[in-house]
């Protein structure tokens, strides 16, 4: 009789302890939906998009997939480069897996280009442009809801500091005719550039290595 007194409440105890861990996994559901859906990034309440590393999921870009690195030096283009740095691009791994499968950019896809000043122009390899100092930072993000208005559904943002000084927190999407304009009329897939990027061509589906 005693040992039945003392089970009941166990299973009673059980039962509830069930019940709650039933529930948390219903509560949690959504947030695991949102690390793990299409939509990697963090927009704050006044539509300016946070850096990675800020996001609800925070998010390392030197993690991603790296695509390639255009440099447009000074000494090319008679000193005066609109761009004079390296653009190192990097595309986020879940967008670069439906790339690999389908050819297309699904809906969310987010690039990243980090600027870096050219440092050293010798090493003891030789003459050429060595990596310097991280710059700027800018993105690009492909999403048919939030950007319905834009050409191509992409839009633009850059966190660099025209001054020089540090990267803002948070940006706000550049007017389409101060970015998207070039990539829609120059870029090869979709707005982005991947004529400049060998990770997503060789990564094509239906193209040779
Ligand atoms: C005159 C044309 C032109 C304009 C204007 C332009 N871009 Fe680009 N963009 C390029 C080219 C070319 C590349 C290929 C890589 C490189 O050279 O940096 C590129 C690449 C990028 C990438 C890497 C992903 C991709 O789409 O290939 C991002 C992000 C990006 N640009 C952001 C911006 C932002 C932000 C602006 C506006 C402030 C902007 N771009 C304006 C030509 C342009």
Redesign the pocket.
């Known amino acids: 009789m005693r040992s039945q007194s003392f089970v009941r409440p166990l299973l009673t105890l059980l039962g509830v302890a069930g019940c709650l861990v039933f529930l948390f996994g219903i509560m949690a559901a959504p947030s695991i939906a949102k690390s793990k859906g299409d939509r990697v990034y963090t927009f704050n309440d006044k539509d300016e998009l946070l850096q990675p590393l800020d996001w609800d999921v925070p998010s390392d870009w030197r993690e991603w997939v790296y695509?390639?690195t255009?440099?447009?030096p000074n000494e090319l283009n008679n000193g005066k480069a609109?761009?004079p740095e390296f653009?190192s691009?990097y595309?986020h791994p879940d967008h670069y897996k439906v790339w690999k499968k389908t050819g297309a950019w699904p809906d969310g896809t987010i690039?990243?280009?980090e600027?870096t000043s050219v440092g050293s122009k010798q090493a003891v390899s030789g003459q050429g442009y060595f990596m310097g100092e991280y710059l700027g930072l800018?993105?690009?993000i492909k999403d048919s809801k939030r950007f319905k208005d834009e050409p191509g559904y992409?839009a633009?943002?850059?966190w660099t500091d025209e001054k020089g000084g540090p990267r803002k927190k948070t940006t706000k999407a550049?007017p389409a005719g101060?970015?998207?304009?070039?990539?829609q009329?120059?870029?090869k897939d979709d707005?982005?550039?991947?004529?400049?990027?060998p990770v997503l061509r060789a990564a094509k589906p239906g193209r040779g290595k």
């Open positions: 695509v390639g255009p440099l447009t609109s761009f653009h691009v595309i690039l990243i280009k600027m800018e993105a690009t992409w633009y943002f850059s550049e101060k970015c998207n304009i070039c990539h009329a120059f870029a707005w982005v550039f991947t004529q400049y990027y």
